[in-house]
């Protein structure tokens, strides 16, 4: 199974149409990664897609980087039941 | 809310001919609005408000059941929900058994149409039912008042049924919030004979046009009117109330009453319209109900809609209303199943705080719940939009959550001077909860057809 760092990659890679080879952990959502507004709602929905969990949206929206995403999407599928690899 | 309440202390509202209905005694009404399931079939305008301070004609349901049983004291049982926020919009007792405790007693189901109301109001204490066996009124004199207990108001109206003997009244009432806005012309031509009031007694600047009678036109104090302006009142009266300005080239068709400090800019207003208080509107728009507070500012069309209030709607915002096969229009409630209206012309039903984008399209028995945000792709919306959905890119998301939206409806009712209190916070709360079932399938949904979309 992939990582979550992976599936995150993936995830932002689809949909903001970059190549998720190119994503790095410390790159913001917003600044170096050009998403907008509407794209980070769709982020955070298709996160909630890839991992099967649900997630608050505030909490999620404030999140701005790759990397505190993979660390917020692990927590959440911690405290969700919902097993991922982690490396 | 107080400009309402006033209103029924200083106008006539609808003088109600009925030699069964008398004046002389005290009479409390109680206004019940408790039935938790049958009020949901006025959603979404419903959700956060009394089912009895919904409009048709240029009254609230409220307003025609005092008019017709001449009450002169009135209480109110509502959802505990709404309760924080009502008590601050009237000065009528809210959910207060104290309420219960003296006089003659007339509790009515707001949803009994008053005009139906042929019920003796004096009389022995008596129980009356619809045809689906719930209580429609109760009638209680002082005399049973110690004969009936209740711990709250749903006890005690089991109690009377009790102790007081029913009758199959079997009333006539309002059923959904589309009734009310098909009945709404015909109202609002008996609101306007009973108030009795015509002439100019605001500002109007000419060249101006009335087609039909003077008569028939009535501009209150304080309204102004611009120069170009066309009231049409062959088919219907047109009531402009104080303060209200109309924007030149306005054509206005009646019936159709214009709210205190509403504003149109240039609009051609078919006939049947109520315009609710400090309404700004634009474009085209008929036989419908704007509850008060709203913004339809830029052209689009607008017709047979119920719109909440402090609803925006943005440029070339437009709804359907009839069918292109001319069959009778469904609506979806309750994010699932369709009902079919019985009429050939319903449009959008739109609960408070909503936003539309600009170029949004709705389809005919649109329902797009309160505390919505529509962001328009082109294409005409699902005809079922929960309420606090996000919907971005053509599906329903959670978005920026609630809070946002609530940061939004403090600052738009900021922009009119009334405050977003925590009582609105805690009562669109609730309204959170009530309709989170069909939000969270939207939502889900929506993801799926979203990711769907990256996959192809």
């Avoid at chain 2, 007081?164 to 109202?187: G, I, K, Q």
């Avoid at chain 2, 409806?409 to 609105?424: N, P």
Wanted: with cysteine; charged share 25%; aromatic share 8%.
């Amino acid at each position: 199974m992939a990582t979550v760092e992976d599936r995150v990659k993936a995830v932002t890679g689809r949909t903001l149409n970059i190549d998720p080879g190119e994503i790095q952990a410390e790159h913001s959502f917003t600044f170096d990664l050009g998403a907008e507004s509407v794209q980070s709602v769709e982020l955070v929905a298709m996160f909630e897609e890839e991992f099967g969990i649900e997630m608050d949206e505030d909490a999620a929206l404030s999140v701005e980087t790759v990397g505190s995403a993979c660390e917020f999407i692990a927590r959440v599928c911690a405290e969700q039941g919902v097993a991922v690899d982690l490396e | 809310m107080l400009a309402v309440l006033l209103s029924v202390v200083d106008r006539p509202v609808r003088e109600f001919q009925s030699d069964k209905v008398k004046e002389t005694r005290a009479l409390k009404l109680i206004l019940l609005d408790i039935d938790a399931t049958g009020r949901r079939n006025f959603d979404p305008v419903g959700l956060s408000r009394p089912l009895f301070e919904l409009r048709c004609g240029m009254t609230s349901l409220a307003e025609k059941l005092i008019a017709r049983t001449k009450a002169t004291d009135v209480a109110c049982f509502i959802p505990e929900y709404m309760a924080g926020v009502y008590r601050t919009e009237t000065q009528w007792p809210v959910n207060d058994p104290g309420a219960l405790g003296a006089d003659d007693l007339l509790l009515v189901n707001a949803r009994v149409k008053a005009d139906s109301f042929d019920i003796e109001t004096a009389g022995p204490g008596e129980v009356g039912l619809g045809e689906d066996g719930g209580v429609q009124y109760v009638r209680v004199g002082a005399d049973d008042l110690g004969r009936i207990q209740g711990e709250d108001i749903t006890s005690w109206i089991d109690n009377a049924r009790e102790v007081l003997p029913s009758v199959h009244a079997n009333l006539p009432t309002w059923d959904y919030a589309w009734d009310l806005m098909l009945a709404n012309p015909d109202e609002l031509t008996a609101d306007f004979n009973a108030l009795g009031r015509s002439g100019i007694e605001g500002s109007v600047e000419q060249p101006n046009a009335i087609r039909g009678s003077d008569k028939d036109v009535f501009v209150a104090p304080g309204a102004v009117v611009h120069p170009m302006v066309v009231f049409d009142a062959a088919d219907g009266p047109i009531y402009i109330d104080e303060n209200a300005e109309i924007h030149p080239f306005t054509r206005i068709e009646g019936p159709c009453y214009v709210g205190a400090g509403s504003i149109l800019l240039g609009a051609k207003c078919r006939e049947g319209n109520y315009i609710g208080p400090l309404c700004r509107i634009g474009g085209e728009l008929e036989e419908s109900i704007i509850q008060g507070h709203s913004n339809k500012y830029h052209d689009g069309f607008l017709g047979h809609a119920y719109v909440g209030e402090w609803v925006n709607l943005g440029a070339q915002t437009s709804n359907s209303d009839l069918k292109n096969d001319y069959s009778t229009v469904s609506a979806i409630l309750d994010g699932r199943r369709p009902l079919d209206t019985g009429s050939p012309k319903v449009g959008a039903l739109i609960g408070d705080h909503t936003k539309t984008s600009i170029g949004t399209l709705m389809n005919t028995g649109s329902v797009v719940g309160a505390m919505a945000l529509i962001m328009a792709t082109g294409e005409p919306l699902p005809k079922f939009i929960p309420s606090f959905a996000w919907f971005l890119k053509g599906v329903t998301t959670k978005g920026f959550g609630k809070k946002k939206l609530y940061e939004t409806a403090r600052m738009a009712m900021s922009r009119r001077g009334k405050e977003f209190t925590g009582a609105h916070e805690a009562m669109f709360d609730a309204v959170f909860e009530l309709t989170s079932e069909p939000r969270d399938e939207a939502i889900k949904k929506g993801r799926k057809q979203m990711a769907a979309r990256q996959h192809s």
